[in-house]
């Protein structure tokens, strides 16, 4: 059964700061990785998807990379803001069922 | 394209009753998907269709839960009755096609039993 874990659980930063975060699941058998953003109250919006051939993505100041072998992803932030604080989460799509397991997720707070 | 679209956005109601929530996918997409966010649980697939077709209910924790989808817009999650251990927010999704593209979420249905 595939599991995804997400950690640190919880992150502040200051305003401006790169960050990482990370995601790791147990079976690289996966066909997709896809990073999500949820915001408190609201539905999720999708980042970034990587495809278990690609290595990595990019959308304006967000990169995300992929090593399917070692069962690895991180998604970097590049000079953060406040409206970057929000849950972000990391999703894998694998096995025979073709099922999205989720990780519990990041919450990122930017410090003004 | 509105996005995948969900109501009611709340619903509050008593142990005992029945509970619909629907669903109306992106234009298009093939694939849909219902998923249920709890504190304790996280993020749940339920129960997935292409083409109209349900093709994993392995998530759907009990009988009371009850899944349709009768055309390629519109599909409905169902829980009769409904228990307050049900409260939660239901999540719908939809794809253009599972393995390769992304999944896109709806704002969600927050569902308290009361």
């Known amino acids: 059964k595939q599991e995804v874990t997400q950690i640190p659980a919880a992150l502040s930063v200051p305003e401006g700061e790169n960050l990482v975060l990370n995601c790791s699941f147990t079976?690289?058998?996966?066909?997709?990785l896809q990073w999500f953003r949820q915001d408190p109250g609201k539905g999720l919006t999708s980042l970034l998807l990587?495809?278990?051939?690609?290595r990595e993505q990019t959308s304006g100041r967000l990169n995300a990379s992929l090593d399917k072998s070692s069962g690895r992803s991180t998604l970097y932030i590049a000079a953060s803001q406040p409206g970057d604080s929000a849950t972000y989460l990391c999703?894998?799509?694998?096995?025979?069922?073709?099922?999205?397991?989720f990780g519990s997720g990041t919450q990122l707070t930017v410090l003004p | 394209d509105a996005g995948v679209i969900q109501s009611p956005r709340h619903e509050v109601t008593e142990m005992g009753q029945e509970v619909t929530l629907r669903c109306k996918p992106i234009?298009?997409?093939?694939?849909l998907f219902w998923y249920r966010q709890t504190m304790m649980r996280g993020l749940e697939l339920l129960i997935y269709?292409?083409?109209?077709?349900?093709?994993?209910d392995s998530g759907m924790p009990e009988d009371r839960f009850s899944a349709k989808m009768p055309n390629a817009s519109f599909s409905t999650l169902k829980i009769q009755p409904s228990e307050p251990r049900d409260s939660a927010v239901y999540f719908c999704?939809?794809?253009?096609?599972?393995?390769?593209?992304?999944?896109?979420f709806g704002p969600g249905t927050r569902l308290t039993v009361l």
């Open positions: 999704a939809s794809s253009l096609s599972s393995g390769g593209d992304e999944q896109f």
């Open positions: 079976d690289s058998a996966i066909y997709n």
């Open positions: 990587i495809q278990s051939s690609q």
């Open positions: 999703a894998v799509l694998s096995g025979s069922a073709r099922q999205l397991t």
């Open positions: 234009s298009g997409h093939d694939y």
């Open positions: 269709f292409n083409n109209n077709v349900p093709i994993d």
